[in-house]
């Protein structure tokens, strides 16, 4: 299902380059996504899930199925509220939030100032909806739940394609159907979760509980799981408020080359911690320490095994993905050049954007937040450092770049941590597997090199070639990699877990 989702996603930002190219519109619209995006992984599927789901997997492991319903019913109706009022404020105060997030646009160029603001009117109430859908994800994933949380971003996806190709003719500003897109859409992924939510016995009955023991737990946890599980979209949000003192397009770039690293990270980074933080949490609950060991060290093997040849493919086809995915319409040959070089620094940091998702639930798992916070801290202070020494030479290229260089001292502290504490422990068998990665990875390097053409081509193919030629390196390469760890002795039995 996430990697439904992902492809879909991938669908649908094809169907934005087609139709609005990485033009001014396009910038705003991304910046007025980006916002209430970014504070989505706060309220949503980020700290609150962290938080929240270690407290559900002990009342449920500890307490009956009525303490459960007292707790789900305290959590709705608590978060209802401040998100309801935060969204509120925020659509009264979009003009101030967009000139704080897009300066550059507040400073020079006033339409799009103008326009980011009132699709950002339209596109924050999605927080409140979202945040709202999540919690119930997070109930879901708390029972084996999966599919249907996983499932519920592909109703995002939806929504946007079909407000591009069937709203859009009807508005006078074209670019506002996908700002309406976004809301039709949180509609719907909130009520999507409500049946399935039923069917377990625990929909929820919104009531306020601010004093209630579990929602005082949860606040605990999540208020400074909020920063440390965040740091990498603060940095993404960082990003695009100096791309927006850069030349136009600058936001645009980094948001298809940031999808393209989106893709490997979604359908596994985000699917691996999503499975493993309510196994993590009964775990820990369980007291079951060389079996929470274990599980981590298998999250760490897989993101390797999927991260580092996605990363490497990335590098090596950073334009023909570009051209044969975007390159149509109001896309430009210009922008497929810039937009592989901030690809190409987002996927020096692919591996520790993974790293990162499975590590931070060895702490979360364990109801211990200062951490990630403490180390959360470090890395954006890092970013930003990065930010200033490199946007100077490298444009939106050195945010990218700054970016992956901040994400790999995040994980690097994050798993540094879990060691220290004695909550990871390596598992037996770390050389052969290493080396049988090496192998299958340069393999695979080489065989796309040998069948990939250069850029020049690609640009005069039609898109049936492209095509052909893109399936053609995707499946050899990704044939060549499978082959090779079969051939080093690496079967499925041995990546269950």
């Given amino acids: 299902m996430t990697m439904l989702s992902r492809v879909m996603g991938l669908v649908r930002d094809i169907v934005i380059a087609h139709g609005f190219g990485a033009g001014a519109s396009a910038d705003a619209f991304f910046v007025a996504f980006k916002i209430p ?46 998100l309801s009022l935060l969204t ?50 997070a109930i879901l994933n708390s029972y084996d739940r999966f599919a249907v949380p996983a499932f519920t971003p592909v109703l995002l996806n939806l929504s946007l394609i079909g407000s591009v190709y069937w709203l859009q003719p009807w508005l006078e500003t074209p670019v ?21 939510l039923l069917r377990i016995g625990l929909m929820p009955n919104p009531k306020l509980g601010f004093r209630h023991e579990g929602v005082r737990k949860i ?66 609950a369980e007291k079951s320490g060389e079996a929470f060991a274990a599980m981590l060290d298998w999250a760490i093997r897989m993101v390797l095994l999927i991260g580092l040849p996605a ?47 499975v590590l931070a639930p060895g702490y979360f798992s364990r109801q211990d937040t200062k951490t990630p916070v403490k180390i959360g801290i470090w890395a954006m ?32 502290l994050l798993m540094r941590g879990l060691l220290k504490q004695k909550v990871l422990s390596w598992q037996s068998g770390w050389l052969r597997f290493g080396a049988q990665l090496l192998v299958a990875n340069l393999v695979m390097a080489g065989l796309i090199l040998w069948l990939a053409p250069g850029a020049e081509q690609w640009l005069q193919w039609s898109l049936w070639q492209r095509a ?9 390469g990704g044939g060549a990699y499978l082959a090779m760890l079969v051939v080093g002795g690496i079967r499925l039995r041995h990546l269950k877990h």
Avoid at 92 to 109: E, K, Q, R, V
Avoid at 327 to 332: F, L, S
């Fill in 219 to 284: 606040i605990k946890l999540m208020v400074p799981a909020m920063f440390g599980v965040s740091v990498s979209q603060i940095n993404l949000l960082l990003d695009t408020v100096l791309a927006s003192l850069l030349q136009t397009g600058s936001v645009s770039w980094l948001y298809f080359s940031d999808r393209l690293v989106e893709l490997p990270l979604g359908v596994f980074g985000i699917a691996i911690a999503t499975v493993i933080l309510p196994n993590l949490s009964r775990k820990h």
């Fill in 381 to 412: 202070v890092a970013n930003m450092a990065f930010n200033l020494a490199l946007i100077v030479p490298l444009a939106h290229v050195g945010l990218a770049l700054a970016t992956s260089l901040s994400a790999f001292l995040n994980a690097g």
């Fill in 468 to 476: 052909q030629a893109m399936a053609l390196c995707v499946i050899g």
């Fill in 176 to 196: 506002m159907a996908l700002a309406w897109g976004v809301l039709i859409a949180g509609v719907s992924q909130l009520l999507l979760q409500l049946p399935f």
């Fill in 88 to 137: 509120a404020v925020a659509v009264l105060a979009a003009p101030f939030l967009a000139m704080l997030f897009a300066p550059g646009f507040y400073l020079n160029d006033a339409a799009k100032y103008q326009l980011t603001v009132e699709m950002l009117r339209l596109t924050f109430p999605y927080l409140l909806l979202i945040s709202l859908t999540a919690f119930g994800g």
């Fill in 311 to 357: 990363a490497l493919a990335l590098w090596l086809l950073a334009e023909p993905l570009l051209i044969t995915l975007f390159q149509y319409g109001a896309m430009t040959p210009g922008d497929v050049t810039q937009a592989a070089m901030s690809l190409r620094a987002y996927s020096l940091g692919l591996l520790a954007f993974m790293l990162i998702k």
């Fill in 37 to 82: 995006n970014f504070l989505r992984r706060l309220f949503a599927e980020g700290a609150f899930s962290q938080a929240f789901v270690p407290v559900l997997s002990e009342y449920r492991t500890q307490g009956s199925l009525n303490e459960v319903k007292v707790l789900v019913d305290r959590v709705a109706g608590s978060l209802g509220l401040v």
